[in-house]
């Protein structure tokens, strides 16, 4: 990873976080929540942007159609957050699959 890459990374999440703030606080709130519940949980794919992104656009999506945060998501956010990443490999399914692992062997 380059200078460049690094440059452009920050760029790309200030846009991001500049996108977050230009939302209701209701949904920012939420958003904020499920940051730090997604960040904990640590899907491996999580630091492509690709998900927090699709959030945020299918929250813009809410506040353009009227509809209020808990009308999208439902009252339990982590919930909503386990189902948006129930078929992607987290942390703690490689630290599971590495503990189950016979050490200096093959898996059973």
Partial sequence: MGIQDIIEGKKQWRA?????????????IV??????????????????GQLLSG????????VAAGKGVLELIG??????????????PTYADIYQESVTRKPGGAEK
């Fill in 16 to 28: 991001h976080v500049a996108r977050v703030k230009a939302l209701p606080p209701d949904y920012r």
């Fill in 31 to 48: 958003y904020q929540e499920m940051q730090k519940y997604l960040f904990k949980v640590g899907p491996v794919d999580l630091s492509d």
């Fill in 55 to 62: 959030i945020v656009d299918f929250f813009e999506e809410g």
């Fill in 75 to 88: 009252n339990d956010v982590a919930a909503f957050c386990d189902d948006l990443i129930k078929d992607s």
